[in-house]
């Protein structure tokens, strides 16, 4: 850690991953996501994928024999009634988050479901209120939230050591090459730029204003936006102008272009700035006056830090909650509220909405 001078830095209070309880889990649908949880999970905690589902039987069998899962399914149904299965992680497109998450709570199962959560906020509701009726826990994959060094960002706005906090800005762009048929522009697939990357910004600014005493993201006044679509009617780039009391958020997101994929909190009396693709772990430099101070003391690292929201969640399953403190449904519900709005800003709409 390189430190210039004084302001000093929190310690992140996360336990380390492979201390977290025993949790068996099945994964529905192995794609590109799943495969990175499969090898964090397995990696770095002592929790187990123990069951996998596909629509075909050569891509569970393909996956369960990549990772070492001893049991492959073709289709979802065997999975959820694997009695051995504690939780289940769905990590299918958007579309199919709903029907599956419903399916697994149906099931009497622990739910992990990929960011974002569903659709749009009506599925979320629905979800949500399943989850509550059962018993079971239910949370976002917006991993994120359970990284090192969003707990030293956390602190640092739970104690008020940045001030007031006035200005957030986020973004996250990336180029993609994909075919028109890719799921990213398949308005079937609830594709679209905003719910795969710009939920990234839009969480973090969620995140800063709840910790910051602004409350939740507006999604009438206060919202301002901007944006271009796909020829196949998805959002393809979208720019948001967020003001919440006296925080103002500044977020970006794109299909078009490499962004910086940084984010900055400026308060009154301190800025941060998370460096490149601030969502994986990475640094940290609060800066005050003239000095800075960086907190850079990951061990884990890239996408292996999925491992810290399984190890989250088994904890708070072991703790006998149902939602995670850290990112509580009725927050995921309202960041999905301003997607709705928008989304109908820009006119996308997914079919059967």
């Known amino acids: 850690m390189r430190v210039t001078s004084a302001p000093s830095l929190p310690s992140p209070r996360h336990p380390d991953p492979a201390d977290a309880p025993l949790l ?13 949880f499969a090898r964090a999970v397995h990696t770095h905690t002592g929790q187990r994928v123990i ?41 299918s497109p958007h579309s199919e988050h709903r029907e599956q998450a419903l399916a697994a709570i149906a099931a009497g199962k622990h739910v992990l479901v990929e ?18 009726a059962a018993g079971v826990f239910v949370m976002e994959a917006m991993w994120s939230r359970y990284l090192p060094h ?16 006035h200005r957030v800005e986020a973004d996250f762009g990336s180029r993609a090459e994909v075919e028109p048929t890719h799921r990213l522009l398949d308005p079937a697939l609830a594709g679209g730029v905003l719910l ?37 009617g998805v959002d393809a780039q979208v720019s948001l102008q967020i003001a919440v009391g006296h925080l103002h958020a500044a977020l970006f997101t794109t299909m078009f272009a490499e962004t910086p994929q940084t984010a900055t909190v400026s308060g009154s009396l301190a800025r941060v ?22 907190w850079d003391e990951n061990r884990i690292f890239d996408l292996d830090g999925l491992a810290f929201q399984a190890a989250a969640l088994a904890r708070f399953v072991a703790e006998g909650r149902t939602e995670s403190p850290l990112q509580p ?8 509220e301003v997607a709705d709005a928008v989304r109908a800003a820009l006119g996308v709409r997914y079919p059967g909405e």
Not at 24 to 36: D, H, M, V
Not at 58 to 82: C, M, T
Not at 118 to 131: F, K, L, S
């Open 24 to 36: 068996r889990w099945g994964i529905l649908a192995p794609g590109w996501i799943a495969s990175n």
């Open 273 to 294: 700035a998370l460096g490149h693709k601030f969502f994986i772990p990475g640094p940290l430099t609060l800066t005050r006056g003239g000095d800075s101070v960086t």
């Open 150 to 165: 969003t707990d030293v960002l956390r602190q640092l706005l739970d104690d008020g050591a940045l001030g007031d906090v």
């Open 115 to 132: 960011k974002a959560f569903t659709r749009n906020a009506a599925e979320a509701r629905e979800v949500i209120e399943a989850g509550r």
């Open 329 to 336: 449904l009725a927050e995921t519900l309202e960041i999905l």
């Open 196 to 232: 795969d990357l710009g939920v990234y910004p839009l969480s973090f600014a969620s995140f800063v204003a709840r910790h910051a005493g602004a409350g939740p993201l507006p999604t009438g006044a206060g919202l301002q936006v901007a944006g271009e679509l796909a020829p196949t």
């Open 51 to 91: 069951a996998v589902g596909s629509r075909t039987a050569s891509r569970a069998e393909e996956f369960a024999a990549r990772f070492e899962i001893p049991r492959a399914h073709e289709g979802y149904e065997a999975v959820l009634a694997d009695p051995e299965v504690d939780v289940v992680y769905v990590a």
